[in-house]
């Protein structure tokens, strides 16, 4: 069974870095065919894309927020990793973490339960 999991400060300054790690349990980061994303919906709206990596480390970003984030791995415990430069207020939301494929025939898809991050000095 796959898991994940986010974790992080739940409060950030703003203008500072938001930080967030996805831990992966019951299925190694590095198996084809799976890319790990990150995701965030703001209280009473749609779901927005942020970025992912794949299983073999490259990286796309939403060109919204392209300039500010940067997405990681630590293949050795199993987990990734966000970051988001420069926030606001306005980057208050839930964050989550998300395994997924482009096919059916590789499985299913997989979601952490989300983490809030505030925004606020």
């Known amino acids: 069974q796959v898991q994940l999991q986010e974790s992080g400060p739940g409060l950030v300054k703003p203008s500072q870095t938001l930080s967030l790690t996805c831990t992966v349990s019951?299925?190694?980061?590095?198996?084809?065919?799976?890319?790990y994303n990150w995701i965030r919906q703001p209280p009473g709206k749609g779901l927005e894309w942020i970025g992912y990596?794949?299983?073999?480390?490259?990286?796309v970003y939403s060109p919204s927020l392209k300039r500010r984030t940067s997405i990681s791995r630590d293949t050795s415990k199993n987990h990734f990793t966000l970051q988001l430069n420069s926030v606001t207020p306005k980057d208050t939301t839930v964050y989550y973490c998300?395994?997924?494929?482009?096919?059916?025939?590789?499985?299913?898809?997989?979601w952490g339960k989300g983490t809030l991050v505030t925004v606020s000095a």
């Open positions: 990596i794949s299983n073999s480390g490259s990286t």
């Open positions: 019951g299925g190694s980061i590095t198996i084809n065919y799976f890319y």
């Open positions: 998300a395994r997924v494929t482009h096919s059916s025939n590789y499985g299913v898809n997989y």
